[in-house]
T-cell receptor, first 114, second 113 residues
């Protein structure tokens, strides 16, 4: 079974631009979560989608948004990029069939904002 | 907000020896899940071990085991017979709400040959 895939793996943007990152979950998984990892703030939860609905949201500004499609693939968008948005963005998928299911992480997208 | 604290930014151990990584957390819940994740240089997060708070027995996975002290809100990871492939960042995490993981700041583990 294929793992979680994220595209692109690396991205370079300039301040003020916007970016879209994609995450394809493991087949059959319906929940997708996004995390931002930076040296200063560590790993922080962005949001989680289940059956195309955002169920949980972290403490990030409205410039960060996401969505999930009917095939469970998810995208996250960051508008008006700032230097501080440079980070590794990780997505994780899970079955979410019960109380809690293991989250399987993708390899991440490394975003550099210049 | 719930917090997870790892007080050891870096640890090192000789190959084949045992090392323990510390983690404490804050919660008002009585039932919850705790995890240790490994992040090697490839950046792929890998689940090492998980503990369900209502279970008294400490979780074990081969060379990895935890010491879960619920009253003290402590959750340490013991790695026995350390191997070079164990070198990585290790993150302690707690589930909060639906599928939201709260992570500690991480401990960088170095294995000395």
């Amino acid at each position: 079974k294929a793992g979680v895939t994220q595209t692109p793996r690396y991205l370079i943007k300039t301040r003020g631009q916007q970016v879209t990152l994609s995450c394809s979950p493991i087949s059959g998984h319906r929940s997708v979560s996004w995390y931002q990892q930076t040296p200063g703030q560590g790993l922080q939860f962005l949001f989680e989608y289940f059956s195309e609905t955002q169920r949980n949201k972290g403490n990030f500004p409205g410039r960060f948004s996401g969505r999930q499609f009917s095939n469970s693939r998810s995208e996250m968008n960051v508008s008006t990029l700032e230097l501080g948005d440079s980070a590794l963005y990780l997505c994780a998928s899970s079955l979410n069939s019960g109380d809690y299911d293991e989250q399987f992480f993708g390899p991440g997208t490394r975003l550099t904002v210049l | 907000a719930q917090t997870v604290t790892q007080s050891q930014p870096e640890m090192s151990v000789q190959e084949a020896e045992t090392v323990t990584l510390s983690c404490t957390y804050d919660t008002s819940e009585s039932d919850y899940y705790l995890f240790w994740y490994k992040q090697p240089p490839s950046r792929q997060m890998i689940l090492v071990i998980r503990q369900e708070a209502y279970k008294q027995q400490n979780a074990t996975e081969n060379r990895f085991s935890v010491n879960f002290q619920k009253a003290a809100k402590s959750f340490s990871l013991k790695i026995s017979d350390s191997q070079l492939g164990d070198a990585a960042m290790y993150f302690c995490a707690k589930i909060q709400g639906a599928q939201k993981l709260v992570f500690g700041q991480g401990t960088r583990l170095t294995i000395n040959p």
